[in-house]
């Protein structure tokens, strides 16, 4: 990147990158210990993870519930420079015969450098919904 990307931004990549590489302790070192990971929808993989440990766990169950196949492309990362980021992002799992594909998006709150909230949407709200339920 030759432009100059705002902190925000770039802690938002950060994130991106280390949860594509499975290293769940520099994502903790991003976000406060109060974080709050919103999942949309209404299956098994919704809801409210408050607490670092809470949303590391959520993510572990997608890697595992998806055999290790669960992936994420970022597409955009763009600040506000007020202490939000919107990032948006495809998505990939399988999950039993089922395969999915959607774009999506994150939208980050920004507190002192670390992330203190991340609201999670989707394309596609009832297939997403659909594919997480075969996870009962």
């Not at 169950?61 to 202490?83: A, C, H, I, K, Q």
């Not at 990939?92 to 992330?115: P, Q, Y």
Request: hydrophobic letters at 35%.
């Amino acid at each position: 990147m030759t432009h100059h990307e705002h902190p925000d931004a770039a802690l938002v990549r950060r994130g991106y990158e280390a949860f594509s590489r499975g290293d769940m302790e520099t994502l903790r070192s991003l976000m406060t210990s109060d974080c709050t990971h919103h999942s949309p929808g209404s299956g098994p993989m919704s809801g409210h993870f408050k607490g670092a440990d809470n949303v590391l766990a959520h993510f572990g169950r997608l890697m595992e519930l998806t055999g290790g196949t669960f992936r994420v492309e970022v597409d955009g990362v763009y600040p506000d420079g007020r202490g939000h980021v919107m990032a948006t992002h495809k998505w990939h799992a399988d999950l039993g015969d089922r395969g999915i594909e959607m774009r999506g998006g994150l939208f980050f709150t920004i507190v002192g450098g670390k992330v203190t909230d991340v609201d999670e949407c989707v394309e596609d709200i009832e297939e997403a919904d659909a594919f997480w339920a075969q996870a009962g």
